[in-house]
Nanobody
Framework: QVQLVESGGGLVQAGDSLRLSCTIS????????AGWFRQAPGKEREFVGS????????YYADSVKGRFAISRDGARITLYLQMNSLKPEDTAVYYC???????????????WGKGTLVTVSS
């Protein structure tokens, strides 16, 4: 019913900026909150940031506060993650997600994107 497709990942240098996009499609009667998660090799998938269905109340993990910003477009069909001052430890596959809870936790996610790889070199 709901499909999410990420784009914008790639190889960057430490200190660079990158913006990830997630196109959301499909009809649903539910108002889904959305967010970003990431998973590094050998580690558990972790929360990055979330935003309400209306595009308000952004919430971030401590590790990215002040560096990353999450937003949705006016039509609420595209989710963004603006990533600034990237660090090598930010290297991971980034996933967009949608679910009913807020802040959105991994266990609350109803729909996942396939992920996009972000690699930050030092």
């Amino acid at each position: 019913q709901v499909q999410l497709v990420e784009s914008g990942g790639g190889l960057v240098q430490a200190g660079d900026s990158l913006r990830l996009s997630c196109t959301i499609s499909g009809r649903t009667f539910s108002r889904y909150n959305a967010g970003w998660f990431r998973q590094a090799p050998g580690k558990e998938r972790e929360f990055v940031g979330s935003i309400t269905w209306s595009g308000g109340s952004p919430y971030y993990a401590d590790s990215v506060k002040g560096r990353f910003a999450i937003s949705r477009d006016g039509a609420r069909i595209t989710l963004y993650l603006q990533m600034n001052s990237l660090k090598p430890e930010d290297t991971a596959v980034y996933y967009c997600a949608a679910g009913g809870a807020y802040p959105l936790r991994a266990s609350d996610v109803n729909y996942w994107g396939k992920g996009t790889l972000v690699t930050v070199s030092s």
